[in-house]
T-cell receptor, first 112, second 114 residues
Framework: NAGVTQTPKFQVLKTGQSMTLQCAQD?????MSWYRQDPGMGLRLIHY???????DQGEVPNGYNVSRSTTEDFPLRLLSAAPSQTSVYFC???????????FGQGTRLTVV | AQSVTQLDSHVSVSEGTPVLLRCNYS??????LFWYVQHPNKGLQLLLK??????LVKGINGFEAEFKKSETSFHLTKPSAHMSDAAEYFC????????????FGKGTTLSVSS
C-alpha cells in the first residue's frame, strides 16, 4: 500500500527555472494539499483541493500553481523559481471532514 | 478562523522523566485536533487524534493528550521519555466544515538526554 508518493525527493534549481513536484495517492481521498516547511514556521499551506477539478489557495500561494485533473494526482508547479522558495515541500491527502492527513516523504528543494 | 499555538519551541527532558508539550487552539467550530511527530529528515507521522469522542486520547508510543474545551487546550503528555522520542512535534487543528485545511502550529522540538 503506497499511500502518498512524492517525487522527486531532492531537487536543485536555478533562479528562474520552472519545475513540477509530483504527488500521487492511492487511498481515493477527496482532499489533497501542499505544504512548505521552513525552520521555526511549522508547515504552511500553499494550495489545496477538495476534489478533481477544484482547487483553492492556502496561506502562501504566490509563485505556485496547481491543478487536479484526477482524484489520485495533485502536482505543484513552480512557475519561476526564486531563492525564497528553498524549502521542504510536503503533499498530504485525507478524507473530507474530521479525518487526519497522510503525508508524503517530502521534497527538499534548493533554489540557487 | 482557526489557529493553533504551541507554547514552547523547545523542551528538554531527561530519559525516564515525564514529557509535556503544550498546545492551545482557536476555532469557530468544534475542531478536530491532532499531534504529529517528525523525526530528523523524515516525514510526518500521526501520533493521535481527537475528533469529538472521548476527551482523553491515547496514541502510539505511550503518548496521550487531553482535549479541554474550557481551556482551549490539547496538551501532549507521556509518563516516561525515551531517547527515541527526540523529534519535532506539531499540534494541528482542523475545522468541521467540508474542505477545511489542517492548520499547523510552529512545532516543539523535544530533546531527551540520558
Amino acid at each position: 500500500n503506497a499511500g502518498v508518493t512524492q517525487t522527486p525527493k531532492f531537487q536543485v534549481l536555478k533562479t528562474g527555472q520552472s519545475m513540477t513536484l509530483q504527488c500521487a495517492q492511492d487511498m481515493n481521498h477527496e482532499y489533497m494539499s501542499w505544504y512548505r516547511q521552513d525552520p521555526g514556521m511549522g508547515l504552511r499551506l500553499i494550495h489545496y483541493s477538495v476534489g478533481a477539478g477544484i482547487t483553492d489557495q492556502g496561506e502562501v500561494p504566490n509563485g505556485y500553481n496547481v491543478s487536479r485533473s484526477t482524484t489520485e494526482d495533485f502536482p505543484l508547479r513552480l512557475l519561476s523559481a526564486a531563492p525564497s522558495q528553498t524549502s521542504v515541500y510536503f503533499c498530504a491527502s485525507s478524507r473530507q471532514g474530521r479525518a487526519e492527513a497522510f503525508f508524503g516523504q517530502g521534497t527538499r528543494l534548493t533554489v540557487v | 478562523a482557526q489557529s493553533v499555538t504551541q507554547l514552547d519551541s523547545h523542551v528538554s527532558v531527561s530519559e525516564g522523566t515525564p514529557v509535556l508539550l503544550r498546545c492551545n487552539y482557536s476555532s469557530s467550530y468544534s475542531p478536530s485536533l491532532f499531534w504529529y511527530v517528525q523525526h530528523p529528515n523524515k516525514g510526518l507521522q500521526l501520533l493521535l487524534k481527537y475528533t469529538s469522542a472521548a476527551t482523553l486520547v491515547k496514541g502510539i508510543n505511550g503518548f496521550e493528550a487531553e482535549f479541554k474545551k474550557s481551556e482551549t487546550s490539547f496538551h501532549l503528555t507521556k509518563p516516561s521519555a525515551h531517547m527515541s522520542d527526540a523529534a519535532e512535534y506539531f499540534c494541528v487543528v482542523r475545522g468541521s466544515g467540508a474542505g477545511t485545511a489542517l492548520i499547523f502550529g510552529k512545532g516543539t522540538t523535544l530533546s531527551v538526554s540520558s
